[in-house]
């Protein structure tokens, strides 16, 4: 297999990792070509690391000096629209890390610049890699449940110190960041809630800004959503909560799926429920029901699942785990939320791209960020830190 030349494109702490996957030779396929980081103090960590691969200060610079065939980028967020239109242009194959983009526009933008380039487009949804969440959603979509009812998922095992938040001056502010909670950390699972369950057709939501930690974004959320089919779900997420909790359950006719502390455990009813309701003759009868428990498998580490996954669908024309252009509905769920919240009402899909924008702009204006990069790389293992908690 010939290798493709792939450009790491913001070398901090998810850059840096992946620039390292990949010079130590982890991909089949892909080799490090060149790096791009508008830090200085990044540079010259990549040029001493890796003093074979060439170093760019501007993705301007880097596209028209180098052989790069592969665009990854981990820049902050506000950049991954705008380096992936870029990159697009010159022909590119992209793979974003999360989240898509900011705004659901700055995403459309995104996957309007793919289509027209037809290269591949992929995103760094690495938990989609985690063999529970994949039998979780073969399970739905089988219809071993039934039809859904009533989706919850306790998601806050996502605990931060304030030392996180002070490791980068962009991040949980509105000018650099743009969200908090369900920006950063809770798109993994925003985007496994929806690809599993579907999208619902309604949120409510409660995002609590600065609750727990001294930032300009929310670190506490609380979303209600509602279906076509009037199941519902709730979604909490927190950086606040220690130890916090990792706990979904999905509820269907035909019986119930749980997914914690790596086990997925399904209780099947062998008749509907609809069916014992009204034949039952018993006030406090319950149907008989099968449990089948499932442990996860170990597997490759995700992020490096998702490289090599990427790196196989341009090679063979592999399905890719996570298209980028799938990566707009995590966004559409958090950017609702926003709405939601700020405005105290329920909104709906499509919801009002324009308003949406408008008062991020607002808040922008508001925001503390200056335009300045001093990151620490925090302490541990990227796997130990990314990958699923329990
Ligand atoms: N998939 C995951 O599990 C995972 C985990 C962590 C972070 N991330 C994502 O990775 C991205 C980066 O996060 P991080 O924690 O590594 O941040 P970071 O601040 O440590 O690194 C960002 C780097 O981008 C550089 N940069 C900023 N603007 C740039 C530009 N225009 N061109 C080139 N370089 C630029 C900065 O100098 C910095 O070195 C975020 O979008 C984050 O959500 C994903």
Redesign the pocket.
Known sequence: MTELNVAV???????SAHATTLADGKIRGMRLAAI????SE?RHWARETFPDVPVFPS?EELFSNSESEVALI????Y??AP?ACEAFQHGLHVLT???IAVSVTQADAMIAAANKAGTAFGI?F?QRTNSLYRKARTLVSEGTLGELRRIVWIITNWYRTQAYYDS?N?RATWAGEGGGVLL?QAPHNLDLWQWICGMPKTVFARCTEGKYHRIETEDDAEIFASYNNGASGIFITSTGDCPGTNRLEITGSRGTLLLEKKTLTITQLTVPEEEFRFSCPNSFGLPERTIQVFQEEDGPEG?QAILQNFAEHIHRGIPLIAPGQEGIHALELSNAAYLSSWTGMPVSFPFDQKEFNRRLEEKKKQSSFIST?K?RVPEGKISDR?SVHW
Not at 74 to 77: D, F, N, S
């Open positions: 494109i913001g070398c901090g702490n998810m850059g791009c980081d508008t830090d990044k993705t981990a820049t902050p967020h950049f991954h380096i890390e999360k989240p760094m690495n980068g962009w950063n992020h990069f990151n990314w």
